[in-house]
């Protein structure tokens, strides 16, 4: 498996801001075949599956938010893991040990996949929304709600 390497997330400075925004424009609207045109000069087709990842990464950019790129397959540490959730270590460490989140030891390390961990994420992110409409369909058959 890919161990992680701590990289710095990359943030759009302000000054690149507007040309990143058009770039998204165009991105989204873009038809036809993809070209990456190197420094010197040269044409090489792009993938399609180069091109989406290269979408993503510019709408979150154009959004205002920084990016780092991981393979699915990437091993986190526990703090790795705990930032990309939201949550404390602590609480992460929690989660691992009740058996809620897949992980294995390396050493005395724990290690866990990140696609375990956005299987985890998308669920616990599934389940607050259906609380949430729980709560809000209570809340209106309780005439909480001014119409």
């Known amino acids: 498996m890919a161990e992680v390497r701590e990289r710095d997330p990359v943030l759009v400075p302000d000054r690149d801001a507007s040309t990143v925004k058009e770039l998204d424009e165009a991105l989204a609207h873009a038809q036809g075949k ?30 205002g938010n920084a990016v780092r790129v991981l393979p699915v397959r990437a091993e986190l540490s526990t703090q790795q893991a705990a930032d990309l959730l939201n949550v404390s270590r602590p609480h992460l460490v929690k989660l691992l040990e009740r058996g809620e989140i897949p992980y294995h030891r390396v050493g005395s390390h724990r290690r866990v996949v990140l696609e375990d961990l956005l299987v985890y994420k998308e669920r616990r992110d599934r389940e607050r929304l259906e609380a949430l409409d729980e709560i809000t369909r209570i809340s209106d058959e309780l005439g909480l709600y001014d119409e």
Do not use: I, T
């Open 34 to 63: 993809a070209v990456l045109r190197s420094p010197s000069g040269d044409e090489l087709p792009l993938p399609h599956s180069v091109y989406r990842v290269l979408e993503q990464v510019v709408h979150e950019m154009a959004r």
